[in-house]
């Protein structure tokens, strides 16, 4: 079974904001909510850097380690989901992702800003698929439909990869090599193991 992952590769982005506006659009995100954002470091210096950013649908998701009422579960595909039905809306979640994924839907105080929402790598929700309570809850299931993330398939440069997580190495360790890298780059033994040789 694939396992689906999303990867940034920071040396193609433009920080053009495709798919941020993509999700919104797609999911009819509410205002003040980007299930995806670009992050620019070093912003205007040498060496400026971006990245597209998300739930990364961690192995051992954080989130779900934290949740109170287990709201957050796991698909057959690891994309890591929540149920609004579930969700009491404390914020644990929010505190302990490092990316940042899990945000309120309004601004105001505890109790009034709503249950959490997320990137949901265009899988839905535990509704049933491609159904209009999912729809209204998560927005679309482009996965139920065969597709990837919109996100993904709406970045010009490729620069946001989405997919079965080891096709997703693959591809990025190619660039990495025909860049020039090779197995001299930071986290190269421990991205693809040990075993691979360059």
Not at 176 to 183: E, K, L, N
Request: aromatic content about 10%; proline content about 5%; glycine content about 10%.
């Amino acid at each position: 079974m694939a396992r689906m992952k999303f990867l940034c590769d920071a040396d193609r982005c433009i920080e053009c904001n495709a798919c941020v506006t993509a999700c919104k659009n797609e999911h009819e995100v509410p205002w003040g909510i980007n299930r995806r954002r670009v992050v620019t470091i070093n912003d205007g210096l040498p060496g400026e850097r971006s990245v597209s950013m998300a739930c990364m649908h961690c192995t051992d998701a954080p989130c779900a380690s934290v949740c109170p009422v287990d709201c957050f579960y796991t698909t057959d595909d690891g994309v890591v989901l929540h149920s609004k039905d579930t969700c009491i809306g404390c914020g644990y979640c929010f505190y302990a992702c490092p990316f940042g994924a899990p945000q309120y839907p309004k601004v105001g105080n505890f109790g009034s800003r709503g249950k959490m929402d997320k990137c949901t790598y265009c899988s839905g929700g535990p509704e049933e698929d491609l159904s209009e309570a999912e729809y209204v809850k998560y927005g679309a299931n482009r996965l139920a439909e065969g597709k990837l993330p919109l996100c993904a398939e709406m970045c010009s440069t490729k620069a946001l990869l989405a997919g079965d997580g080891d096709i997703i190495a693959e591809i990025y360790k190619e660039r990495v090599v025909t860049r020039g890298y090779g197995s001299g780059a930071w986290g190269w033994r421990t991205a693809y193991s040990d075993t691979v040789s360059v």
